[in-house]
C-alpha cells in the first residue's frame, strides 16, 4: 500500500516495521490506530520510548538494567549475597524475579559463548564475576540460562570454571513446561524430564 | 513480570499494550528490542509517532487523511471528478488507491450506519457527499463500504438517497479472495459469488 500513504504516515510504518515481529500490514494497523487516538496517547508514548532509553543503564555490579547505579537488588541488604542466579541477559533475569521465591542476587553476562558468532569469553562478564566469587563471599552459582546449544555450551564454560573453586553449583531443572503435554514435547525436552525426575516426597517419608 | 521491572521500562510497557493486538509479552519484547537498539532508532520511532499526529489532518473535500488540505488527490486535475469511490475511512480509500486502477476521487464517510452504537446519517459526511454530487458533476459512486452488516446498511443508505438523482451506483464485488478455496469459504460469500458471477469473455464473442 506503500505509494498512496502520507510521506509521515509512511516514515512512521517503516520506523514500526523494524521492531521484531511487525510487519508492514502490522505496522499500518499500529500507525492506523495511534492516527485515530488522542494526541496525548502518542506524546505519551513517544516519550516513553526516548525516557526509557535515557533513564536505563547496566547495574556496575551484576549488570542487570536499572535506573540506579547499583541496582536496588545489589543494594537491597536482605538479599543473600552468598547465592548468585547467574543469567545471559537482564530479560533472564527479570524473569526469574519476577517469577518470584529467588532471595540470591543476579550476575547477567551479557550475552553467551558462541563460536559461530565469534562470541568468546573475553565479551561476557566473566571477569566481573570471578571478581564477585573472590570478593563477595559468594557459595552458590545456579546457573539460568537458556536451554539452548550455546546456553548449555555457557552454563558447561561456568561450570568447569567455578567447580574447582569449591562453589556449589546447580542449573535450573528442564521438563515438561505447566500445561505442556507429554504427546507433544520434543524428544530432548522428555528426556530432560525423565532424566531430571524428582523424588516424591510420599516416597521417601 | 510487571514488580521487577524499572519504572521507565514498565512506564513504555503499559504504552505500548495501549496499542491493538499488543498484548503484556508483546509489549516486553518490544520494549526489550528497543532497550538494545541505537538510542537513535527509538528517538526516530518517537518523533515519527509524533510528526504523524501533527502533521496528518482530513482533507476538508474528501475527508481523506493528507499533509495538505485539499489532498492530491482532489488537487490532482487528471483524476476523473465525475466519479466518487465512497469508503468508511481513511485507510479503506489507501487500500482501494493502493491497489491502482481506480482514477476518480473518493468520498470517505468516517464511519459507517451503526443503530446498535447510535450512528446515524448525520454523524457521516453525508451532507458533504450531497453538496459534492451538486456541485462537481458527478455522475457515479463507486460503494466500497465493508462487506458487513453496518457496511452494507451503509450501502443501501447511499443507493436510496442518489438512485432517484440520477446517479449511477455500483457496488465492490463480494466473492471469493485470491487464493481463497471454495472449501474453506463460507457460506455468505459462496452465494455472493454465485449471484455476482461474471460472464466469461469466450462465451460473448
Avoid: W
Amino acid at each position: 500500500m506503500a505509494g498512496a500513504f502520507p510521506p509521515s504516515l509512511e516514515i512512521l510504518v517503516t520506523h514500526l516495521m523494524k521492531l521484531p515481529t511487525i510487519g508492514r500490514r502490522s505496522a499500518e494497523r499500529l500507525a492506523f490506530h495511534l492516527l485515530k487516538s488522542p494526541r496525548e496517547q502518542s506524546v505519551e508514548l513517544s516519550e516513553a520510548v526516548v525516557r526509557m532509553k535515557d533513564r536505563l543503564r547496566r547495574c556496575s555490579r551484576c549488570f542487570n538494567i536499572t535506573e540506579d547505579d547499583p541496582c536496588a537488588i545489589c543494594r537491597d541488604p536482605s538479599r543473600d549475597s552468598k547465592i548468585l542466579c547467574v543469567v545471559e541477559d537482564a530479560p533472564d533475569a527479570l524473569a526469574v524475579e519476577s517469577a518470584g521465591g529467588f532471595r540470591g542476587r543476579y550476575h547477567v553476562l551479557e550475552g553467551c559463548l558462541s563460536p559461530l558468532k565469534g562470541v568468546t569469553a573475553g565479551d561476557l562478564h566473566i571477569a566481573e564475576l570471578d571478581e564477585r566469587v573472590a570478593s563477595e563471599g559468594v557459595e552458590e552459582l545456579i546457573l539460568a540460562m537458556n536451554p539452548s546449544v550455546d546456553g548449555e555450551a555457557t552454563a558447561l564454560f561456568v561450570t568447569q570454571r567455578y567447580a574447582p573453586k569449591g562453589l556449589r553449583l546447580s542449573r535450573i531443572a528442564l521438563g515438561l513446561p505447566m500445561g505442556g503435554s507429554l504427546e507433544y514435547a520434543d524428544e530432548q525436552t522428555l528426556q530432560h524430564a525423565l532424566s531430571g525426575r524428582t523424588p516424591i516426597s510420599g516416597r521417601e517419608s
